[in-house]
């Protein structure tokens, strides 16, 4: 994809939004202090952000007054690769800077907080209010003998309590960990029995689509099952009692007195901030650790350069406490921007409710999945004739890549005078390797270029990099975000396993992607699913692009099976739409469909409907898994029971592979 084939930019954005843009005035200021190249716009800057590393990231300590309580030796001591060190000697903390908003009088009666759930009535958080119950909140940790490291669990959803919670947390110097209450017990107990809390904050349960989910059982089992606990933090989101043993939400936050300072525990730089899972399809999820300082700094970069945030946005991105992107979304207090949380099914009472609680927040960065755009699309749902989104001043996505007609369908329906940022990182390291430069055009079907201190390059199966083709998806050069370590992997082997044994030293992260010749990438879906077809590999994601957009298809699953006898296998299974049926002319227009738009070569060998396509708990397709029961795995050891949205879908696929030998 060249810019020769594809030349005009679906948006661009005007002289006086690029001067305005904060990354523009970062590069001008980091012109002056620290020799950045004050010409040649966002590529000069970005080539300087990664053979500067340096001074790069200090630079972005400067810019952004990161608070050391003790100074750092030098910025980064080892750039190995697992092992790099930052900032060695330095001590600051997260939740510090979190609330700094609410040190300033002028700010500190404004919304730090907005939070709806699926009534749609806003209820508003206050920074000196969330500052008051933070301090509260660490201030009991601590007299419940919470000291620096511990770890401290959350089964909650999207809640301001949450937010308190994570950032108490982090005062106190303990590791924040959590999972959304749509997790069944299982599930939870696969990630917190790993890091062994000594606090549980819970709920009785919790409302989506309309319905009341009460948990108190699972709540029950997972005290059961989690013999480290000390405490447990009842929040009484249905109304309920604490069960026997448990605290009250609203004891442990207002004991104190209105005038306590929360006390910041100043910890080092690669301090433990917090533990994330990946999806665990294949085995236990990996526990996944973040530094403090590490956190910090890539989410003022990313948040306050790329997303362009400072105190007049609004933040909303539609997420649970299950997905980094509510660790993401929590770090929009970083810049002082007002978050707003949602608590709720994205689709309720209709598919286009998202865009009222755009409206309702007034919300300028709209954060959302590719998945929801694509299916307001389906439903012709149409947010600026029914919604005044004025306030919005970008639109991304994420969770999958933005296939074409979402970028065109934001474009027509959202605002003609709309950046589109589709971003694409990982839980891996809580941020984004591509995707939002408000500086940069946006081309449909492109994430806008790599972000700033990320040396992304895409590469061929013998390491070299390559432009204008399909290539691995590698980082060159460590980023403060990546893990510090895995939890229980004492020699350091699963996290060298998962991204460094491909290729030693440097960082594979298991997407396809394409490098253009103008810096912009394109996502073509998980490397390690791709389907490679005589030689010529394609990502899935292309694949359900042009599918999806046949009317009687509602979700499709591609599988590229080597067979033992050589031979090459590649089934479609299509979910189909209410009231459709897979008959032979409509195998005949998927056939035509990938045959014309995509490649003669990747016409499936079979169209095959099935009761629905499995996804992992934070919504992605399944596909190792799936090819892995078709290679007549046993499910019990193709994929994690309690990782999956539906294990009974899973049934159709082994029961496939059964009838095929």
């Known amino acids: 994809m060249t810019s020769a084939a594809n030349p005009a930019p679906l948006w661009q954005p005007g002289p006086d939004r690029i001067a305005a843009a904060r990354i523009t005035r970062f590069q001008a200021w980091a012109a002056e202090r620290h020799g950045a190249p004050a010409e040649g716009g966002y590529a000069a800057l970005h080539r300087w952000s990664v053979d500067e590393l340096e001074t790069f990231w200090q630079a972005v300590a400067d810019w952004f007054d990161v608070r050391f309580s003790t ?184 004991h104190t007195p209105h005038d306590t300072e929360p006390v910041f525990e100043q910890v080092p730089f690669d301090h433990p901030l917090w533990v994330l899972y990946s999806s665990g399809t294949t085995g236990l999820p990996k526990a996944i650790v973040q530094s403090q300082g590490g956190i910090l700094l890539e989410h003022f970069k990313q948040l306050g350069l790329h997303c362009d945030l400072g105190p007049e946005d609004r933040f909303f991105w539609y997420t649970s406490t299950g997905w980094m992107m509510w660790n993401f979304l929590v770090s929009g207090l970083l810049t002082g921007t007002t978050v707003v949380l949602y608590d709720g099914s994205p689709g309720y009472p209709d598919t286009g409710a998202q865009w009222g609680i755009a409206e309702r927040t007034e919300a300028t960065l709209f954060g959302t999945s590719a998945a929801y755009v694509m299916a307001c699309r389906k439903a012709e749902v149409h947010p600026a004739r029914d919604h005044d989104l004025s306030r919005i001043k970008c639109v991304a996505t994420t969770g999958s890549p933005l296939p074409p007609d979402g970028f065109r369908w934001l474009h027509d329906e959202v605002a003609d005078d709309l950046w589109i940022a589709s971003v694409s990182g990982g839980t891996d390291v809580c941020s984004c390797f591509a995707g939002a430069v408000p500086t940069l055009p946006v081309h449909i079907g492109e994430l ?32 403060p975000s990546m893990p510090i370590r895995f939890w229980n992997d004492p020699d350091g082997s699963r996290y060298r396993d998962s991204y460094f044994e491909m290729f030693p030293g440097v960082w594979r992260h298991g997407d396809w ?123 019990a050891k193709a994929v994690n029971p309690g990782s999956v949205d539906n294990l009974e879908l899973l049934r159709f696929y082994e029961e496939l592979a059964r009838t095929r030998k």
Request: glycine letters at 8%; aromatic letters at 6%.
């Open 448 to 479: 806008q270029a790599a972000c700033l201190g990320t040396d992304l390059q895409s590469w061929d199966p013998h390491g070299k990099p390559v432009i204008g083709e399909v290539g691995e998806l590698v980082v060159t050069n460590p980023m």
């Open 71 to 254: 100074p750092y030796e030098r910025v980064l001591a080892s750039s190995a690769m697992p092992g790099a060190q930052w900032f060695p000697g330095a001590t600051l903390n997260y939740a510090e800077h979190a609330l700094r908003t609410a040190e300033d009088p002028a700010r500190a009666h404004d919304a730090a907080l907005l939070y709806v759930d699926e009534t749609h009535e806003p209820t508003t958080i206050s920074w000196s209010e969330l500052r008051r119950q933070v301090g509260a909140l660490a201030a009991e940790l601590r007299a419940l003998g919470v000291r620096p490291g511990d770890r401290v669990s959350g089964y909650l959803p999207n809640i301001p309590q949450a937010v308190t919670a994570l950032l108490a947390t982090a005062a106190v110097g303990a590791v924040w960990t959590s999972c959304a209450p749509d997790f069944g017990a299982r599930s939870v107990l696969d990630r917190f029995q790993q890091v062994e809390p000594v606090v549980l904050f819970t709920v009785d349960g919790y409302r989506y689509g309309g319905k009341v989910h009460d948990r108190t059982e699972t709540v029950a089992e997972l005290r059961r099952e989690l013999p480290t606990l000390r405490a447990v933090i009842h929040i009484p989101l249905l109304g309920t009692q604490a069960p026997d043993g448990a605290l009250d939400w609203s004891a442990v936050t207002s």
């Open 513 to 635: 992607i394409t490098i253009t010749d103008r810096g912009s990438v394109v996502i073509h879906g998980r490397s390690d699913s791709t389907l490679n077809r005589q030689g010529v590999r394609m990502g899935s994601a292309d694949i359900y692009e042009a599918v999806e957009r046949l009317p009687e298809i509602r979700e499709s699953l591609v599988i590229g099976l080597e067979e033992p006898d050589g031979g090459y296998w590649m089934p479609l299974f299509v979910h189909l739409a209410e009231g459709t049926a897979l008959d032979d002319g409509l195998r005949d227009r998927i056939k035509r469909t990938i045959r014309e738009q995509l490649s003669p070569r990747h016409v499936p060998d079979d169209i095959i409907e099935v009761p629905g396509v499995p996804h992992t708990l934070t919504g992605k397709r399944i596909e190792v898994p799936v090819k892995r029961l078709l290679q007549g795995t046993a499910l």
